[in-house]
């Protein structure tokens, strides 16, 4: 019965704090007001420096990263390819007997 009792309180307070802050000074709410001046306060200033940081820290720390790892894929400073790793060729045989034929049809 104690828990009923707790959850109906924190609701009566959270309506009353929602009802507060529909309350209009000026043109503007209690709530818009609460609102600007979060937002605008010193601390969120410095929370907003920090996370700017540290996007750019991870950005430039992946770029790095891919950097580094992109490297561990080249060769000389050249991707390698299929074709690099592969040298497909005609053996000596063939070439020789082919350059023997192509010479015998020019005779």
Do not use: C
């Not at 104690?2 to 529909?22: D, H, M």
């Not at 907003?48 to 000389?76: C, M, P, V, W, Y």
């Not at 005609?90 to 007997?97: I, V, W």
């Amino acid at each position: 019965m104690g828990e009923i009792i707790y959850v109906l309180k924190i609701f009566g307070v959270t309506l009353a704090l929602i009802l507060i802050f529909q309350i209009r000074v000026g043109p503007q709410t209690i709530e818009h007001h609460a609102t600007v001046f979060i937002q605008e306060s010193w601390f969120a200033e410095k929370v907003h420096e920090a996370a700017q940081g540290t996007i750019k820290a991870l950005r430039d720390g992946s770029a790095s990263l891919g950097h580094k790892i992109s490297h561990l894929f080249t060769k000389n400073g050249k991707q390698e390819t299929r074709a690099d790793k592969f040298k497909l060729g005609r053996s000596e045989s063939y070439r020789n007997s082919h350059d023997k034929k192509v010479a015998d049809s020019q005779e």
